[in-house]
């Protein structure tokens, strides 16, 4: 199974890829750099795709913009999301839990390594 990061920031899917290789996680991991092509990615993988982490902050189609997305198609709408954002507010929280109830989890940025690998391996098939 495969882990999908959707993040406009090349850096922070660079760090997050190395994160859960230095865990030894050995699952395949996609990398999308904004909405758009996440939800496309997730469209097309979706049977394969085990975890989404998600930024909220990206051009094109925002994070929430993804989560409705996926709230709308049923075969996807099963597939673990995690928020990975620096919008770490409790009504960013709120608005995220509500367009997506089915939101697996909320990181906010900065996080320590050992708090995304707990979240992550959760999830992994």
């Keep these: 199974m495969k882990i999908l990061i959707v993040d406009d920031s090349a850096l922070d899917r660079k760090l997050l890829t190395r ?32 975890v989404v982490l998600l930024d909220w902050q990206m051009p094109k189609m925002n994070g929430i913009e993804v989560l409705e997305g996926i709230a709308k198609v049923p075969a996807v709408a099963d597939v673990p999301v995690i928020m990975v954002t620096a919008s770490g507010t409790d009504e960013n929280k709120k608005l995220a839990y509500s367009v ?11 996080y320590k390594p050992e708090q995304m690998v707990e979240v992550v391996k959760r999830f992994l098939k």
């Excluded at 290789?21 to 394969?48: P, V």
């Excluded at 997506?100 to 900065?110: M, R």
């Design 100 to 110: 997506n109830p089915k939101l697996a989890g909320y990181i906010v940025k900065p």
């Design 19 to 50: 994160i859960l290789q230095k865990a030894q996680i050995q699952n395949e991991i996609l990398q999308a750099e904004d909405g758009e092509q996440g939800l496309h990615m997730l469209a097309t993988n979706f049977k394969d795709i085990c």
